[in-house]
């Protein structure tokens, strides 16, 4: 858990101010099977002192989201190619 702890607070220390404040508002999500690890959501909100939630379905939501993101590239188009 430690080193899943360190990960998460450098993430957050290298992550955009916009996106940092949306995270500050909104909170973590898990997703993955990591997010099925038992009292992986208390550690991280007490480590981090953000909001900390597990996804619905934390095995497939990536994949589903990825999914919805292919089914609208069109749309998505101009947000993708700003993150690259």
């Not at 959501?41 to 934390?58: F, K, M, N, S, W």
């Amino acid at each position: 858990m430690g080193t899943i702890i360190d990960a998460v607070k450098m993430a957050l220390e290298h992550t955009a101010p916009e996106l940092a404040a949306d995270i500050v508002d909104k909170g973590i999500v898990l997703t993955g099977g990591g997010a099925l690890l038992a009292n992986v959501d208390y550690v991280l909100r007490h480590a981090t002192g953000l909001p900390v939630t597990i996804a619905e379905d934390p095995l497939s939501c990536v994949a589903l989201g990825t999914g919805r993101v292919l089914e609208q590239m069109k749309k998505m188009q101009n947000i993708l190619s700003t993150m690259y």
